[in-house]
């Protein structure tokens, strides 16, 4: 099993920056991928930024493309998404996910193991 923590959510005014956390313990070594979703009320879980750890890779969504990046402290099994030029829309419940797989990291199904989610809200 793998556990995730993330931290970091909170109230931000539009066009500030927030920092998410996400902290993997546990059986890390069959982690090969991890990325954030997000939820907002009534709306759909939706993928926001995926990296690869075999690869290096990033992904993103377009809608977060040039404001978010998803990054990795190797050493401290953690994976940190930094958020600017933050929009009221991007008001939700974000997510921590990791994977035992290294592609398709942008679709919920590939995923194996979920945070408890941490709230972002963005004021106009």
């Known amino acids: 099993q793998v556990q995730l923590v993330e931290s970091g959510g909170g109230l931000v005014q539009a066009g500030g920056s927030l920092r998410l956390s996400c902290a993997a313990s546990?059986?890390?070594?069959?982690?090969?991928?991890m990325g954030w979703f997000r939820q907002a009320p009534g709306k759909e879980r939706e993928f926001v930024a995926a990296?690869?750890?075999?690869?290096?890779?990033?992904y993103y969504a377009d809608s977060v493309k040039g404001r978010f990046t998803i990054s990795r402290d190797n050493a401290k099994s953690t994976v940190y998404l930094q958020m600017n030029s933050l929009k009221p829309e991007d008001t939700a419940v974000y997510y921590c996910?990791?994977?035992?797989?290294?592609?398709?990291?942008?679709?919920?199904?590939?995923?194996?193991?979920w945070g408890q989610g941490t709230q972002v809200t963005v004021s106009s």
């Open positions: 546990g059986r890390t070594f069959s982690v090969y991928g």
């Open positions: 990296y690869d750890w075999t690869g290096g890779g990033s």
């Open positions: 996910a990791a994977s035992r797989r290294n592609s398709g990291l942008d679709l919920r199904m590939n995923y194996d193991y």
